[in-house]
């Protein structure tokens, strides 16, 4: 569902009640997903899981209470590295 026009895609009827999670860009991924890519250079992520969704099972992994950070960022190296220490000491890793 589009949160700002409300439009709602529904690729398959269920008995369940569709959750409002988001996608966060991080993907674990079948090879069977090409598959559905389309005919086009540039396309919609989005529209590619609907379509897939039509016939593969999407699943989803609620990462709520996990620590991001983003090292594509040079200023963030120091947090991550307080991050890495933290859990290394937690679980003697």
Known sequence: MNEITGEKIITRETQKQPLPFSFSGI?????KIFKYFPNKDVFSLVE???????????????HD????????KMENLNEAEKIFERI???YQV
Do not use: F, H, P, V
């Open 27 to 31: 993907q674990i991924i079948d090879s």
């Open 48 to 62: 590619l899981y609907l379509n897939s969704a039509k016939k593969e099972m999407i699943a989803g992994y609620l």
């Open 65 to 72: 209470k996990d620590e991001w950070i983003d090292l594509g």
């Open 88 to 90: 290394r000491n937690t």
